[in-house]
């Protein structure tokens, strides 16, 4: 059982760092932060905009992390870029296609493309089959996502989310059908077979980053000022941590 | 439309604060209610399952009707799928015969897509090297190559001494250990901010424009 103070700690900080980043949001509406050019980043905004060009369209997998389990944050940062990818194309005829090896993150996924369908005011009729679910062990969820890549006209992959090794066999085929891939995951040896096989790579806490970078609104690009806070403070708290040890108090 | 975006806006509020404090503060009511709201959340991720093998089928049926490529493997998959559901229905998923399908079929069909991507990952290294060749890249295949080495016996020599007893441990538990942390502890920050945009509402995975 964690002792109180320990858990008041916990969740002191978090409320702060929620405030934090609602303070920043609303303080640098105005003049809203810069950030360091990520090339990967810079390569996703020229192929949104050649897949609008050409009627082409992007596929996104945003991997088989569980809603309840504890990799579920970077199935939502795959879903807050899906939500902004499908407003950028929705001048396209074809509307990106979002790939799941996770029941409940499928269905996240018809959501938020239907949500982005209705804002964008087309008058087609929404297709609920552009969320798929195509396999619920790892490798079934990447076999059934390859016809995809093949078959259906897709120009770009991106891939945002939890995967395990299986990732290597999307990344081959994206690689084949010569399309532009831009990846990251949480998981460390996915970010190992990525590393060697991916076109553009982000790694670690950089797949949390993809909405401020996709211009998603002023909270991403707090929440990126605040992540880097929170990284001084673990870097103070762990060189704290070497000093005392040092001395022999802990 | 936007009654319902905002009622589950405010839901997904409640319900997320209401859990985070329950994990913060481990006494009652949170700690309970933060138990029971999982439990839920875990029984609805079960029969989200069966919607999603509904989606699935859904998108299969779509592939047969417009006599799109490969059409036949959508038939295929969908009578498997229809025979494995029934099977496991009228069985039970402990069965010996539902044991053997798996392990008959889903566990070989799996390990062949492993042997697979062994090979495209040898591929991918080479390609990397034309298509990334900086210093990274030439110590990221070094770093494989050396690990290789210290962890498979090679033929007639067996075992390499020194890399296998020195460099392979002080690489992967020194050197990778540290940098995995690293990466670890911002994977965790990011983690952090995420959750707390969908408190905050930024993020609606669950919908609402």
């Known amino acids: 059982m964690t002792p109180l103070w320990l858990g008041l700690v916990g969740l002191v900080l978090v409320l702060v760092s929620g405030g934090a980043m609602l303070g920043l949001a609303v303080l640098r509406r105005k003049t809203p932060p810069t950030f360091r050019e990520i090339a990967a980043f810079q390569r996703l905004q020229d192929a949104i905009g050649r897949a609008v060009e050409d009627g082409s369209r992007l596929h996104l997998s945003l991997g088989r992390g569980g809603l309840v389990s504890p990799q579920n944050a970077s199935a939502l940062a795959g879903l807050s870029a899906l939500r902004r990818l499908a407003s950028l194309t929705s001048a396209s005829d074809n509307p990106p296609v979002a790939t799941a090896g996770d029941a409940g993150l499928a269905m996240l996924s018809q959501e938020t493309l239907y949500s982005a369908h209705l804002a964008s005011l087309v008058t087609t009729a929404f297709d609920p089959t552009t969320g798929r679910l195509t396999g619920l062990t790892p490798f079934s969820y990447a076999a059934g996502a390859l016809p995809i890549l093949s078959d259906e006209n897709i120009s770009a992959s991106i891939l945002l989310g939890n995967f395990g090794p299986e990732v290597g066999l999307l990344t081959e085929a994206d690689e084949r059908q010569g399309m532009f891939t831009l990846a990251a995951s949480d998981s460390l040896s996915a970010q190992a077979i990525l590393y060697a096989s991916a076109e553009e790579l982000l790694i670690g806490e950089e797949l949390f980053a993809s909405g401020a970078y996709l211009n998603a609104g002023p909270l991403h690009k707090s929440s990126l000022i605040v992540q880097d806070w929170l990284r001084w403070l673990v870097i103070v708290a762990l060189l704290l941590g070497f000093v005392l040890k040092l001395a022999g108090v802990l | ?209």
């Open chain 2, 1 to 209: 439309m936007k009654l319902r975006g905002l009622l589950s806006t405010a839901f997904a509020i409640a319900f997320g604060l209401i859990v985070l404090l329950g994990y913060f503060l481990e006494f009652q009511p949170f700690y309970g209610l933060r138990l029971i709201f999982v439990e839920w959340a875990v029984i609805l991720a079960g029969f989200a399952v069966l919607v999603g093998l509904g989606n699935l089928v859904t998108v299969h049926i779509k592939k047969i009707r417009a006599r799109e490529k490969g059409g036949f493997y959508g038939l295929l998959l969908i009578f498997s799928l229809l025979m494995t559901f029934l099977a496991g229905l009228a069985w039970g998923p402990e069965h010996p015969n539902m044991v053997l399908l798996f392990r008959t079929v889903q566990f070989p069909v799996e390990a062949s897509l492993m042997a697979l991507l062994t090979v495209s990952l040898a591929y991918a290294s080479v390609r990397m090297l034309r298509r990334r060749l900086n210093l990274f890249s030439v110590v990221f295949l070094g770093t494989v190559l050396v690990i290789l080495l210290g962890t498979a016996s090679l033929p007639l020599l067996g075992d390499v001494p020194f890399v296998g007893d020195w460099v392979r441990p002080f690489v992967s538990q020194v050197i990778a250990g540290a940098g995995a942390r690293g990466i670890l502890i911002g994977v965790a920050l990011g983690t952090l901010t995420t959750g707390l945009r969908v408190l905050l509402g930024a993020d609606r995975p669950y919908g609402g424009k």
